[in-house]
């Protein structure tokens, strides 16, 4: 399947939004930030992990104010970080799934925790899940299968043909946050997810981009931005959404073919309907679906 657009110039609407505060906010959301504690604490996979009384002028302090510098510096546009202003030990991240991938214009949350043996051993990564078992290295429990998060490897579904010349473990002086976080995007969420798990239960790209959009809809209902782990990234997701909305549309009608399937079908009109509930204007680009939408909702 190919994730990449469609069309070689997406309209974003023929009929122009007036722009809210969501947008606004959107606009100028950072992809670093330190924000207070008591946001990430409330929730956080890790808040009981607590790194006693680092001293702010120890070697852990050091290092961990350096990965703040490197994440502002050089963070992709594409993903997004939140750092603890007093528990330094704590961060989420954000990444968006790249076009190309079955992962395309999703967000995949991930609380991260560094020890007081960071950096000679590597962060502690959770993966919020939200039930849905859509790559083999992001596991429904929520743990992350990476060799980069790994110490003295000598064998894993890394050493696939395609990564074997790459040096995948974790080293003291040269891996940090931000490294992790890329190779998860690229090496993790990329465009063939199952090409080195052949001997487990396989999904097909098409299987996987369903569960993407699926994902998106428990991120888009109206409880869920009050929860873990959107409370901190609430105007991200709307917003996200809101710019995507027809990327994705377009998309999943081309790849997906919702007027074959009825299934299919119904998940693009909760699509549809999720997007425009989050104040995206989608309908005049899908007249048949937006057809049997007002039908389901007639009939409510």
């Known amino acids: 399947m190919d994730y990449t657009k469609t069309e070689e110039k997406i309209m974003f609407g023929e009929i122009e939004e007036i722009e809210d505060?969501?947008?606004?906010?959107?606009?100028?959301?950072?992809?670093?930030?330190?924000?207070?504690?008591?946001?990430?604490?409330?929730?956080?996979?890790?808040?009981?992990?607590?790194?006693?009384?680092?001293?702010?002028?120890?070697?852990?302090?050091?290092?961990?104010?350096?990965?703040?510098?490197?994440?502002?510096?050089?963070?992709?546009?594409?993903?997004?970080?939140?750092?603890?202003?007093?528990?330094?030990?704590?961060?989420?991240?954000?990444?968006?799934?790249?076009?190309?991938?079955?992962?395309?214009?999703?967000?995949?949350?991930?609380?991260?925790f560094f020890p007081t043996t960071y950096p000679v051993t590597p962060p502690l990564i959770f993966y919020h899940s939200y039930g849905f078992d859509l790559n083999p290295n992001l596991h429904r429990d929520g743990l992350v299968s990476l060799d980069l998060l790994t110490v003295?490897?000598?064998?894993?579904?890394?050493?696939?043909?395609?990564?074997?010349?790459?040096?995948?473990?974790?080293?003291?002086?040269?891996?940090?946050?931000?490294?992790?976080?890329?190779?998860?995007?690229?090496?993790?969420?990329?465009?063939?997810?199952?090409?080195?798990?052949?001997?487990?239960?396989?999904?097909?790209?098409?299987?996987?981009?369903?569960?993407?959009?699926?994902?998106?809809?428990?991120?888009?209902?109206?409880?869920?931005?009050?929860?873990?782990?959107?409370?901190?990234f609430k105007h991200l997701v709307q917003g996200h959404f809101r710019n995507r909305a027809h990327q994705i549309l377009q998309i999943y009608k081309a790849e997906m073919k919702p007027d074959d399937d009825e299934e299919v079908n119904q998940l693009f009109i909760k699509l549809l309907n999720a997007f425009e509930d989050n104040g995206a204007y989608c309908g005049h680009y899908y007249p048949k679906a937006l057809k049997a939408r007002r039908s389901i909702s007639n009939h409510r």
């Open 21 to 112: 505060i969501i947008e606004k906010r959107f606009k100028k959301y950072k992809n670093f930030a330190r924000i207070p504690t008591h946001l990430l604490n409330q929730n956080h996979h890790f808040v009981d992990h607590k790194t006693i009384n680092i001293n702010p002028k120890s070697e852990l302090a050091e290092r961990i104010h350096k990965e703040w510098e490197i994440l502002e510096k050089n963070l992709p546009s594409s993903i997004f970080v939140r750092a603890s202003a007093e528990r330094i030990d704590l961060m989420r991240a954000v990444i968006i799934g790249l076009e190309g991938t079955p992962y395309c214009h999703g967000l995949f949350f991930f609380d991260i």
């Open 152 to 232: 003295n490897v000598s064998h894993s579904w890394w050493n696939c043909k395609r990564y074997s010349d790459e040096k995948q473990q974790w080293n003291p002086q040269e891996s940090n946050i931000m490294q992790v976080l890329v190779s998860i995007q690229h090496k993790v969420l990329n465009a063939n997810p199952y090409y080195c798990h052949k001997g487990q239960p396989q999904k097909s790209n098409k299987e996987v981009f369903k569960l993407n959009c699926q994902a998106m809809l428990v991120m888009l209902q109206p409880h869920m931005q009050f929860k873990h782990p959107h409370m901190q």
